[in-house]
């Protein structure tokens, strides 16, 4: 009996989990910390700025880490999609100084053209409270947090994209 209760009780915790950034994006009160950051080209990059072009994808990542490889694959497609409608993403490197130096160069050799910055000294990082890569915020023109993801499996960019083309229509929606 009282294993069924911690499995239980553990089924639920995973599902909370699971459910915890679909939870978290339907909040209205959910705004997005802003931030800027300077990016591996020497130029800042601020939400509150970008925002106003349209929604942003704020993906937290990793060179050493291969979910977050796999997941870059994914939003470089949707970025070449969905960018002449108003999409920036910007890619923020967690790299301690002993990989850091990788990210330009992982970037350049596979032809992303994301917005990158690195965040040394995790001030972003802790702003959005993140523990593991990956994890991505998309983020409307109002500053809200539309969709909160966490890890990557194939098949989340399917998601994100239903979740994106919905943010840009409601952007446009509210532009008429």
Known sequence: MFCRFRIFLINISVLLLFFSGILLA??????????????IDNDNFSLSSTIKNGPVLVSFWATWCVPCMEEIKELNVLSKRYK??????????????????????????????????????????????ISSVPQSFLVDGNGIIRLANSGYVKGDEKVLEEKIKEVIGNTLKNNK
């Open 84 to 129: 002449e409608q108003g999409l920036s993403i910007v890619m923020i490197a967690i790299d301690d100084p002993k990989t850091a130096s990788k990210v330009k160069p992982f970037m350049t050799s596979h032809g992303y053209s994301f917005t990158t910055a690195i965040d040394a000294n995790r001030a972003v990082s802790k702003k959005y409270h």
């Open 26 to 39: 339907q909040t209205e009160k959910n705004t997005a910390p802003d931030f800027t950051i300077r990016t």
